[in-house]
């Protein structure tokens, strides 16, 4: 990540280049308009915005859908967003957040699973703009996928 910054004469100058490494499953959240002293929350609140990679693992054959229940329970626990769930019935990592999004594939295959309709296929740099809908991302392989996302929280509920 590159900062660059204004001296105290308003010219442009580099601040600081820090490597940004990126681990499938992990968020890397990269700028956020609030503090955030305890923690990046998964979404941000009302008038607040938050910019983070994120990386979907290639897709494992070896894990029942037993085993991937347990893990997406195990996600929306750790993240502390039950509330987020959605009607799972095609992907127990349905989820909708109050936020308004941007996001964009950068590298890899992901299907983008909604409520109706076939799984959308996206490609790299697909850009996805969603407000507080239900959605799943599904890595369809064979790599990790790299997502990049702008969200804006918004008020709960209104569409």
Known sequence: MIDVGMDGARRSRLENIETVDLVPGQDREIWQSF???AG???YPG???SLFRFFI?????DALSLEDVHAIADQFFQQNGIEHCRGEASRN???HATPTADCVMLLSGHVQLL???GAPVDLRPFDVI??????????NVGPGPAVLITLMHGVPAGVV
């Open 129 to 138: 703009r969603q407000r507080e809908t239900n959605h799943s991302w599904v």
């Open 35 to 37: 503090e955030a002293d």
């Open 40 to 42: 990046v929350p998964f």
């Open 46 to 48: 009302p008038g607040e």
């Open 92 to 94: 127990p990592f349905m």
């Open 114 to 116: 909604l409520d109706h």
């Open 56 to 60: 979907l693992p290639p897709p494992d």
